[in-house]
Protein backbone atom coordinates (compact mmCIF):
# COMPACT_ATOMS: atom_id res chain seq x y z
CA UNK A 1 0.00 0.00 0.00
CA UNK A 2 1.32 3.38 -1.19
CA UNK A 3 1.07 6.41 0.76
CA UNK A 4 -1.73 8.22 -0.43
CA UNK A 5 -3.30 5.11 -0.05
CA UNK A 6 -2.83 4.53 3.35
CA UNK A 7 -3.24 8.95 3.64
CA UNK A 8 -6.62 8.73 2.15
CA UNK A 9 -7.66 5.45 3.90
CA UNK A 10 -6.69 7.82 7.42
CA UNK A 11 -9.12 10.52 6.32
CA UNK A 12 -12.07 8.38 5.27
CA UNK A 13 -11.78 6.79 8.80
CA UNK A 14 -11.14 10.21 10.23
CA UNK A 15 -14.03 11.32 8.54
CA UNK A 16 -16.24 7.70 10.07
CA UNK A 17 -15.59 8.72 13.30
CA UNK A 18 -16.48 12.76 13.04
CA UNK A 19 -19.97 12.00 11.73
CA UNK A 20 -20.40 9.66 14.35
CA UNK A 21 -19.25 12.05 16.60
CA UNK A 22 -21.79 14.70 14.84
CA UNK A 23 -24.77 11.79 14.92
CA UNK A 24 -24.12 11.10 18.68
CA UNK A 25 -24.04 15.09 19.87
CA UNK A 26 -27.13 15.41 17.66
CA UNK A 27 -28.62 13.06 19.09
CA UNK A 28 -27.91 13.85 22.77
CA UNK A 29 -29.08 17.52 21.89
CA UNK A 30 -32.35 16.22 21.10
CA UNK A 31 -32.81 13.55 23.32
CA UNK A 32 -31.11 14.61 26.61
CA UNK A 33 -30.71 18.51 26.39
CA UNK A 34 -33.60 20.11 24.51
CA UNK A 35 -36.26 18.69 26.42
CA UNK A 36 -35.22 20.81 29.39
CA UNK A 37 -36.80 23.32 27.28
CA UNK A 38 -40.56 22.80 28.92
CA UNK A 39 -38.97 22.85 32.61
CA UNK A 40 -37.59 26.19 31.76
CA UNK A 41 -40.60 27.49 29.96
CA UNK A 42 -42.72 26.02 33.35
CA UNK A 43 -39.99 27.62 35.74
CA UNK A 44 -40.18 31.14 34.07
CA UNK A 45 -44.11 30.92 33.65
CA UNK A 46 -44.25 31.30 37.65
CA UNK A 47 -45.75 34.16 38.89
CA UNK A 48 -43.25 36.36 40.42
CA UNK A 49 -40.08 34.50 39.10
CA UNK A 50 -37.49 36.25 39.20
CA UNK A 51 -34.21 34.84 37.36
CA UNK A 52 -30.58 35.81 38.39
CA UNK A 53 -29.13 36.89 35.87
CA UNK A 54 -25.88 35.83 36.55
CA UNK A 55 -27.31 32.22 36.50
CA UNK A 56 -29.59 31.31 34.04
CA UNK A 57 -32.36 29.09 34.72
CA UNK A 58 -32.15 29.44 38.37
CA UNK A 59 -34.39 32.34 40.81
CA UNK A 60 -36.56 32.92 43.64
CA UNK A 61 -40.10 32.49 42.44
CA UNK A 62 -43.01 34.06 43.85
CA UNK A 63 -43.23 32.49 47.16
CA UNK A 64 -39.44 33.10 47.55
CA UNK A 65 -38.74 29.47 46.86
CA UNK A 66 -34.97 29.08 45.12
CA UNK A 67 -35.98 27.10 41.56
CA UNK A 68 -33.40 25.92 38.82
CA UNK A 69 -33.41 23.95 36.44
CA UNK A 70 -29.71 21.84 35.62
CA UNK A 71 -29.69 20.90 32.05
CA UNK A 72 -27.53 17.76 31.43
CA UNK A 73 -23.86 18.20 30.89
CA UNK A 74 -22.32 17.04 27.22
CA UNK A 75 -23.22 13.70 26.28
CA UNK A 76 -25.06 12.99 29.67
CA UNK A 77 -28.40 12.48 29.63
CA UNK A 78 -29.65 13.64 33.05
CA UNK A 79 -29.50 17.12 34.42
CA UNK A 80 -31.95 17.80 37.31
CA UNK A 81 -34.56 20.24 38.67
CA UNK A 82 -34.85 21.72 42.50
CA UNK A 83 -36.37 23.75 44.55
CA UNK A 84 -35.07 24.96 48.21
CA UNK A 85 -37.37 26.45 50.74
CA UNK A 86 -37.31 30.46 51.44
CA UNK A 87 -34.20 31.99 53.52
CA UNK A 88 -35.23 31.86 57.36
CA UNK A 89 -34.15 33.35 60.25
CA UNK A 90 -32.65 31.64 63.48
CA UNK A 91 -33.37 32.26 66.73
CA UNK A 92 -30.31 34.32 67.28
CA UNK A 93 -31.42 36.46 63.72
CA UNK A 94 -28.72 35.31 61.47
CA UNK A 95 -30.04 34.18 57.76
CA UNK A 96 -30.17 31.05 56.93
CA UNK A 97 -29.59 30.59 53.11
CA UNK A 98 -29.09 26.91 53.60
CA UNK A 99 -32.81 25.45 53.71
CA UNK A 100 -34.22 22.57 52.92
CA UNK A 101 -34.24 21.20 49.18
CA UNK A 102 -35.69 18.45 46.58
CA UNK A 103 -33.66 17.74 43.36
CA UNK A 104 -35.38 15.97 40.89
CA UNK A 105 -33.64 13.75 38.25
CA UNK A 106 -36.13 13.63 35.18
CA UNK A 107 -35.31 10.15 33.26
CA UNK A 108 -36.42 9.91 29.58
CA UNK A 109 -38.33 6.85 30.52
CA UNK A 110 -39.96 5.62 34.00
CA UNK A 111 -40.11 7.88 37.11
CA UNK A 112 -37.80 10.12 38.26
CA UNK A 113 -35.36 9.99 41.06
CA UNK A 114 -36.16 12.07 44.42
CA UNK A 115 -33.65 13.44 46.84
CA UNK A 116 -33.76 15.89 49.40
CA UNK A 117 -31.38 17.81 51.43
CA UNK A 118 -32.41 18.66 54.92
CA UNK A 119 -30.49 21.36 57.09
CA UNK A 120 -31.09 21.11 61.04
CA UNK A 121 -29.24 24.12 62.39
CA UNK A 122 -27.91 24.37 66.23
CA UNK A 123 -27.29 27.82 67.61
CA UNK A 124 -25.49 28.27 70.33
CA UNK A 125 -23.36 31.25 72.63
CA UNK A 126 -20.03 30.52 69.79
CA UNK A 127 -21.93 30.40 66.70
CA UNK A 128 -24.33 28.40 64.36
CA UNK A 129 -23.54 24.69 63.47
CA UNK A 130 -25.55 23.33 60.51
CA UNK A 131 -25.72 19.22 59.53
CA UNK A 132 -27.16 18.88 56.50
CA UNK A 133 -28.20 14.85 55.50
CA UNK A 134 -28.87 13.61 51.99
CA UNK A 135 -31.51 11.16 51.48
CA UNK A 136 -33.27 9.55 48.41
CA UNK A 137 -37.02 9.47 48.65
CA UNK A 138 -40.36 8.28 46.77
CA UNK A 139 -42.17 10.65 44.61
CA UNK A 140 -44.61 9.92 47.51
CA UNK A 141 -42.28 11.33 50.39
CA UNK A 142 -41.15 8.02 52.03
CA UNK A 143 -37.50 7.29 52.51
CA UNK A 144 -35.70 4.98 50.30
CA UNK A 145 -33.77 2.84 52.73
CA UNK A 146 -29.92 2.69 52.25
CA UNK A 147 -29.19 -0.87 53.63
CA UNK A 148 -27.94 0.01 56.82
CA UNK A 149 -30.50 -0.31 59.52
CA UNK A 150 -29.19 2.12 62.10
CA UNK A 151 -28.19 4.82 59.51
CA UNK A 152 -32.18 4.16 57.73
CA UNK A 153 -33.89 4.40 61.40
CA UNK A 154 -31.91 7.89 62.07
CA UNK A 155 -32.54 9.13 58.21
CA UNK A 156 -35.96 8.08 58.61
CA UNK A 157 -36.33 10.14 62.01
CA UNK A 158 -34.72 13.63 60.15
CA UNK A 159 -37.10 12.76 57.53
CA UNK A 160 -39.83 12.83 59.59
CA UNK A 161 -39.40 15.87 61.75
CA UNK A 162 -39.33 17.66 58.21
CA UNK A 163 -42.44 15.95 56.57
CA UNK A 164 -44.09 19.41 56.37
CA UNK A 165 -40.88 20.94 54.27
CA UNK A 166 -40.85 17.93 52.06
CA UNK A 167 -44.54 17.95 51.72
CA UNK A 168 -44.03 21.85 50.88
CA UNK A 169 -41.54 20.89 48.41
CA UNK A 170 -43.17 18.55 46.88
CA UNK A 171 -46.18 20.10 46.18
CA UNK A 172 -44.08 23.26 44.63
CA UNK A 173 -42.51 20.43 42.16
CA UNK A 174 -46.03 19.27 41.17
CA UNK A 175 -47.31 23.10 40.63
CA UNK A 176 -44.01 24.17 38.87
CA UNK A 177 -43.03 21.03 36.65
CA UNK A 178 -46.03 18.35 37.18
CA UNK A 179 -43.55 15.84 38.75
CA UNK A 180 -43.15 13.69 40.93
Known amino acids: MTGAQLRRRGL??????????ALLSAVWYVTAYRP????????????????????????VDGEGCTCNVARPG?????????????ALTLENGEEAVFT???I???HMLGEPELGVILYEYDVQEGGVTCTGHQLY?????????????AEDAANQAVLAAHRENVEALLSRAREIWGIP
Open 12 to 21: KLLAIILAAF
Open 36 to 59: YDAYVSALRAQPGFREDPGFPECG
Open 74 to 86: FLHWTGNLGIGLP
Open 100 to 102: DSL
Open 104 to 106: IWP
Open 137 to 149: IAPDGTYIPYGDA
